[in-house]
């Protein structure tokens, strides 16, 4: 952060020295001492309990409700294909989700024969309609953002979950984008499934994160990725009973480097930045990220302004899909790391982290101006943006 203004926590946030320092001790440790040794094990034990409950704090749940995944995406899939799903059977989504929530549907579409019901919220200002819409009497399961990486949407939840509620539907929620961004109390929501990232606004390591289910929804899913710690007692003959904790759906070894990591970002997080703080922060760095864009000639902003988080999703007007990857890919040249979304709604997105100043925003305001005054043209396409024959999307 010394070399660059890094506006992309929405992808990854920057890891503080406290985290590196906690990854490479993990990392001398094994190296020097070995792997395969009691002590080693024990200590990994105890590294996934603390986290478990460390996480739990962060999102006011018990403990024994938390299971320890990879990432969000490993969450989403871990409920999404533990249902006992049958053919007829339907599922309800919006138009504004990450793939780690559309593609586990697809997969129990092809696998199960379950009917994929898509919400059309726009860009996600008045969302409950058509979300109520999208539920029938066959849907299981309603699969939603807290708040929408493409469009920087934040959701109505209580709203959402209680709709929802009313129908008997379970709620599955990618809390990608809102996790570390905002006060985030599953137990007040009465959610059923919230899926959360650790390498995002929490500034860990990539490979680590939580995945929170309701007590009382615990026995309703079907393990997906057995392993050591799935099952607590069994015999030979193929009897046997699971662990009765979300330790269950865990899907196997993290690497206790990233657990290490993980806990000391958390740490980090939660006394020294203090996370009542970080959120305050994040607020007031997006609206005044916000009021910046809105002033430049040439920009829409797509965010709705009732709906806004941490994410300023923008429109440079004109700009096809491939030619938007290209400002950023110019952006970051100057200095300034934001991305932009390669479909619908077809934009650029800032996300605002506690660590940012209003001194990079002012810098990313004249440098975009800059680029911005000097047309599409000007900027080179990405390979990989014309490799997915982004360059074909139809301009704004």
Request: negative net charge; aromatic residues 10%.
């Amino acid at each position: 952060m010394q070399d660059k203004a890094f506006l992309n926590a929405g992808w990854y946030g920057p890891l503080p020295d406290v985290a590196a320092e906690a990854i490479r001790a993990s990392i001398e440790a094994e190296y020097a001492h070995g792997r395969p040794i009691m002590s080693h094990i024990q200590a990994i034990r105890e590294d996934k309990e603390a986290l478990r409950r460390e996480f739990a704090a962060l999102l006011n749940a018990p403990p024994e409700s938390v299971a320890l995944t990879h990432h969000t995406t490993d969450g989403m899939n871990i409920v999404t294909l533990g249902f006992d799903w049958r053919p007829g059977d339907e599922v309800a989504t919006t138009n504004l989700e990450h793939e780690a929530g559309f593609f586990p549907l697809y997969i129990i579409q092809q696998r199960f024969g379950v009917r994929i019901n898509i919400a059309d919220v726009g860009v996600g200002e008045e969302p409950l309609e058509a979300i109520a819409a999208a539920l029938t009497p066959r849907t299981r399961l309603l699969s939603v953002s807290h708040v929408s990486y493409s469009s920087g949407a934040r959701f109505p939840l209580e709203e959402v979950i209680a709709l929802a509620h009313a129908r008997g539907i379970p709620v599955l929620v990618d809390g990608a984008q809102s996790v570390g961004v905002f006060p985030v109390d599953v137990t007040a929501l009465n959610v059923d499934y919230y899926a959360a990232p650790g390498q995002k606004w929490l500034c860990g390591p990539e490979g680590v994160g939580a995945l929170y289910i309701r007590p009382d929804r615990l026995t309703e899913l079907q393990p997906t990725y057995p392993n050591f710690n799935t099952i607590q007692t069994h015999d030979w003959q193929g009897r046997f009973t699971l662990n009765p904790t979300a330790v269950r759906y865990e899907t196997g070894t993290i690497y206790p480097a990233v657990l290490a990591g993980m806990r000391a970002s958390l740490r980090w997080f939660q006394e020294e930045v203090g996370a009542e703080w970080a959120y305050a922060r994040i607020a007031h760095i997006a609206a005044y990220t916000r009021r910046k864009l809105a002033g430049l000639p040439g920009v829409r902003l797509v965010t709705p302004e009732k709906r806004q988080a941490s994410l300023v999703n923008f429109l440079p007007v004109g700009w096809s899909a491939a030619q938007m990857a290209g400002l950023v890919a110019e952006l970051d040249r100057r200095g300034f790391i934001i991305r932009s979304i390669s479909h619908a709604p077809y934009c650029v997105r800032v996300s605002c982290g506690f660590y940012n100043t209003e001194a990079e925003i002012d810098g990313l305001c004249d440098a975009l101006a800059d680029v911005l005054a000097a047309g599409p043209e000007a900027v080179s396409i990405p390979d990989w943006a014309v490799q997915y024959n982004l360059a074909t999307e139809p301009v704004y």
